[in-house]
């Protein structure tokens, strides 16, 4: 799964993703980011500096790491090793060169694959960062790559919503932890007395996103053999979870996609409470945290009793990112508006 609640941010596009594009040199980090993710690279690019390169490089981070997890190739214990070594290298105690030789010879057509083969620069842009900062980054990015070696080893049997919270927070749970104290690093005087009022929602932040992120990957999470749907939520369905999918099952996955809408419906309240603790003075850092909010309201609407999510990529059209992000940077200051924003993007249609 993407991080940034691992990422959440809902694809723009109604026609598939060209490939990634090739470089005839090294890419910057800024082109990097584009590639793996347009829409984040918005958000990032809101953010003043040095934040955004600070976030730009966590977000690069953790795609090398989702790389190794979601591996459609790999042997769960391959993936398991890889994830334990990139760790070490992030810690400073293996020397990095064998893993980026393996990561170097990523050819997967995939955003993920295409950062992969590029983490020496990544890497490279980290120890240019504040050294306070790259810290925050290294020690979180750590916690995240060995919580998702767990969940490899572990496979995807979520007997109940715990399990699930587990995984998400993991992947998901501690990036926003990561972002909230990179913000209170950054901005002591106001947001520094806040930080410890603003993790636990920061949390919930991640997991909403990451429980959207859910629901618009069942169609591609069943095909490499993963089902991020707890056992809990499927009744007296018995059959394995794979199952679930098949046309004669379709009540039961529908009322399993209404608590997954429900759950992430919950997370977003919480979510929504961060936002509103931000101060308006930095327009930059709640512009960050709103485009994901709104993205993930709007795929939730969409989403609810969609039969549709089963078979396809959930997606909000071009035009409508546009008129999010527009909005989101002419009025996102105002808590008040923020709210109703949220209940007007939530109406289907």
Same mark, same amino acid.
């Given at each position: 799964m993407v991080p940034w609640g691992h990422g959440g941010a809902p694809a723009r596009a109604l026609t598939p993703r060209p490939p990634p594009a090739t470089f005839s040199g090294m890419p910057t980090l800024p082109e990097l980011l584009r590639e793996a993710s347009r829409t984040f690279a918005i958000g990032i690019e809101l953010l003043p500096p040095p934040l955004r390169d600070e976030v730009r490089i966590a977000y690069l981070l953790l795609r090398v790491s989702d790389y190794l997890e979601d591996n459609e190739e790999m042997d769960p214990a391959v993936k398991s090793e890889l994830l334990r070594a990139w760790?070490?290298?992030?810690?400073?105690? =293996?020397d990095p060169a064998a893993l980026l030789g393996t990561l170097e010879d990523a050819r997967d057509p995939t955003p993920d694959?295409?950062? &992969?083969?590029? %983490?020496? %620069?990544?890497? &490279?842009?980290? +120890?240019? $960062? =504040? *050294?306070g &900062?790259?810290? $925050?980054?290294?020690? @979180?990015?750590?916690?995240?790559? /060995?919580g998702m070696a767990r969940w490899v080893e572990r496979g995807s049997d979520f007997a109940d919503e715990s399990d699930l919270d587990d995984y998400m927070h993991e992947v998901a749970g501690r990036v926003g932890y990561l972002l909230t104290d990179l913000f209170a690093y950054r901005e002591p005087s106001t947001l520094g007395p806040l930080r410890a009022e603003m993790m636990e929602p920061a949390r +919930?932040?991640?997991?909403?996103?990451?429980?959207?992120?859910? $629901?618009?990957? /069942?169609?591609? =999470? !069943? =095909?490499?053999?993963?089902? @991020?749907?707890?056992? #809990?939520?499927?009744?007296?369905? #018995?059959?394995? &979870? #794979?199952?679930?999918?098949? /046309?004669?099952? !379709? *009540?039961? %996955?529908?009322?399993?996609?209404e608590r /997954?809408?429900?759950?992430? +419906?919950?997370?977003?309240?919480? %979510?929504?409470? @961060?936002?509103?603790?931000?101060? !308006? !003075?930095?327009?930059? $850092?709640?512009?960050f945290c709103l485009l994901p909010l709104f993205f993930a309201?709007?795929?939730?609407?969409?989403?609810?009793?969609?039969?549709?999510?089963?078979?396809? +990529?959930?997606?909000? #059209?071009r035009g409508e990112v546009r008129r999010i992000v527009g909005a989101a940077r002419l009025l996102g200051a105002s808590n008040a508006w923020m709210e109703w924003y949220c209940a007007r993007l939530a109406v289907a249609g």
């Open positions: 760790e070490r290298v992030l810690a400073r105690v =293996d694959a295409l950062v &992969a083969r590029h %983490a020496g %620069a990544v890497l &490279a842009g980290l +120890e240019r $960062i =504040d *050294p &900062a790259r810290e $925050i980054v290294t020690d @979180y990015v750590r916690e995240s790559t /060995l +919930e932040f991640g997991l909403a996103l990451q429980t959207v992120n859910v $629901i618009r990957g /069942l169609h591609t =999470d !069943r =095909d490499r053999g993963w089902v @991020y749907v707890p056992r #809990s939520f499927l009744g007296d369905f #018995s059959g394995p &979870a #794979s199952a679930l999918f098949q /046309l004669q099952h !379709r *009540p039961t %996955a529908l009322a399993a996609l /997954l809408v429900r759950k992430a +419906e919950r997370h977003l309240d919480a %979510a929504r409470g @961060y936002v509103r603790s931000i101060p !308006r !003075r930095h327009h930059g $850092i709640r512009q309201v709007r795929t939730l609407a969409i989403s609810r009793a969609n039969p549709a999510v089963f078979d396809a +990529e959930t997606k909000i #059209s």
